[in-house]
């Protein structure tokens, strides 16, 4: 009966081997239709360019999108905010070795592999700003990213806003493309937290009589959490104090954003309100979270948050993400898109090809729009 019992767990342990290791077989990435286009969506970044060990994970992620431009048919790179993890601080600090002035050379350095091969928006999130005593914000996002970087960009912008100093900037702007499989796209962003007067320009576009039969995919920094709950409270950031006490920098206790909108204020007064826009980016809250609302004509609207920037180690002594970025496939349908999470960092070796995809559901699924 022992003997029987034996050979019994042998063949459910070579099973349960064999089903694993056919989980476990690398798949390079591939569209399921060839008639798909892709959208690529690059979690907050912060955690790579703020220590010099991690930079390279960010530029190994930018140069296998550059790679598979072709491959995946990519036709728009979305990135959702906090750049740097300092705007305009000299110290460094314990938050990591590179300066505000180098962090936003080594962002702006990776994204320039992309210039004139593919389209890319990035958001602007909490840590891409400064702000004073009264909440009033800036930022050096308009030093590194202007439209004349990529061409590309620069072909399909057809509406942009200023920031809070009155500068005409590219934290608030939309970008056209046409017939991508019959259908027509507004990728439009708008600046973390965005005050009402972003809230109206954005309601403005997306209410052009122009755009009505456009899909809008609306990208912010701060929207929804890893509980698919759309964030409330007043927004806040800090200021940082002149001084640092044993290595560490001060701040100040969170000021209140004046005229800031939280993520339920944006569903509220730009989203479920416009009859057109059906998609939903965000970052700033890490891990993953998805919901889908209809909006005033029924139509779904599909939220969706992935921030990658704790994995792999944490916010502090972590490599900045595992190299986490997103594929979005939109079928030739024009319903269907298929989500999935891979990370090129992992798929770089062999030894570590097994793990270069995130398979659960919350990190691969299908969402279809009416």
């Given at each position: 009966?022992?003997?029987?019992?034996?050979?019994?767990?042998?063949?459910?342990?070579?099973?349960?081997?064999?089903?694993?290791?056919?989980?476990?077989?690398?798949?390079?990435?591939?569209?399921?239709?060839?008639?798909?286009?892709?959208?690529?969506?690059?979690?907050?970044?912060?955690?790579?360019?703020?220590?010099?060990?991690?930079?390279?994970?960010?530029?190994?992620?930018?140069?296998?999108?550059?790679?598979?431009?072709?491959?995946?048919?990519?036709?728009?790179?979305?990135?959702?905010?906090?750049?740097?993890?300092?705007?305009?601080?000299?110290?460094?600090?314990?938050?990591?070795?590179?300066?505000?002035?180098?962090?936003?050379?080594?962002?702006?350095?990776?994204?320039?592999?992309?210039?004139?091969?593919?389209?890319?928006?990035?958001?602007?999130?909490?840590?891409?700003?400064?702000?004073?005593?009264?909440?009033?914000?800036?930022?050096?996002?308009?030093?590194?990213?202007?439209?004349?970087?990529?061409?590309?960009?620069?072909?399909?912008?057809?509406?942009?806003?200023?920031?809070?100093?009155?500068?005409?900037?590219?934290?608030?702007?939309?970008?056209?493309?046409?017939?991508?499989?019959?259908?027509?796209?507004?990728?439009?962003?708008?600046?973390?937290?965005?005050?009402?007067?972003?809230?109206?320009?954005?309601?403005?576009?997306?209410?052009?009589?122009?755009?009505?039969?456009?899909?809008?995919?609306?990208?912010?920094?701060?929207?929804?959490?890893?509980?698919?709950?759309?964030?409330?409270?007043?927004?806040?950031?800090?200021?940082?104090?002149?001084?640092?006490?044993?290595?560490?920098?001060?701040?100040?206790?969170?000021?209140?954003?004046?005229?800031?909108n939280n993520g339920q204020q944006i569903w509220e007064k730009l989203i479920q309100p416009a009859t057109n826009?059906?998609?939903?980016?965000?970052?700033?809250?890490?891990?993953?979270?998805?919901?889908?609302?209809?909006?005033?004509?029924?139509?779904?609207?599909h939220q969706m948050l992935f921030d990658a920037q704790s994995m792999g180690g944490g916010h502090r002594n972590?490599?900045?993400?595992?190299?986490?970025?997103?594929?979005?496939?939109?079928?030739?349908?024009?319903?269907?898109?298929?989500?999935?999470?891979?990370?090129?960092?992992?798929?770089?070796?062999?030894?570590?090809?097994?793990?270069?995809?995130?398979?659960?559901?919350?990190?691969?699924?299908?969402?279809?729009?009416?």
């Amino acid at each position: 009966m022992k003997k029987i019992f034996s050979i019994l767990l042998m063949i459910k342990v070579c099973f349960i081997f064999q089903h694993v290791s056919a989980q476990e077989a690398y798949k390079k990435p591939t569209l399921d239709h060839q008639d798909s286009w892709s959208l690529i969506m690059l979690p907050d970044p912060q955690n790579y360019v703020k220590w010099g060990r991690n930079q390279p994970i960010l530029d190994l992620m930018m140069a296998w999108i550059e790679e598979n431009i072709d491959t995946l048919n990519v036709k728009m790179v979305m990135c959702v905010g906090d750049l740097v993890e300092q705007n305009d601080i000299i110290n460094k600090g314990e938050d990591g070795n590179q300066s505000a002035q180098r962090q936003w050379e080594v962002i702006a350095q990776s994204f320039a592999k992309l210039n004139g091969k593919v389209p890319y928006i990035t958001a602007t999130g909490n840590h891409d700003y400064s702000i004073d005593r009264a909440g009033k914000r800036s930022s050096r996002f308009n030093e590194f990213f202007k439209i004349d970087n990529n061409w590309m960009n620069g072909k399909i912008i057809t509406q942009n806003s200023t920031n809070e100093a009155g500068e005409p900037t590219l934290e608030n702007s939309a970008y056209e493309m046409k017939s991508l499989n019959g259908k027509d796209y507004l990728f439009l962003t708008v600046e973390f937290a965005p005050r009402d007067t972003v809230i109206s320009w954005a309601k403005t576009i997306a209410d052009m009589e122009q755009y009505k039969n456009h899909r809008i995919v609306l990208m912010t920094h701060a929207y929804l959490n890893n509980k698919d709950e759309r964030t409330s409270g007043k927004p806040k950031w800090f200021v940082y104090e002149p001084y640092a006490i044993h290595n560490r920098i001060q701040k100040s206790p969170t000021i209140e954003l004046p005229y800031a909108n939280n993520g339920q204020q944006i569903w509220e007064k730009l989203i479920q309100p416009a009859t057109n826009i059906e998609m939903v980016l965000c970052g700033h809250i890490s891990g993953e979270g998805y919901r889908n609302d209809k909006n005033k004509a029924g139509k779904k609207v599909h939220q969706m948050l992935f921030d990658a920037q704790s994995m792999g180690g944490g916010h502090r002594n972590g490599n900045g993400g595992d190299g986490w970025l997103r594929m979005l496939e939109f079928y030739p349908d024009n319903k269907t898109v298929k989500v999935r999470t891979f990370s090129p960092f992992f798929a770089a070796s062999p030894t570590t090809q097994p793990f270069a995809w995130k398979k659960d559901s919350r990190n691969e699924f299908v969402m279809e729009f009416d």
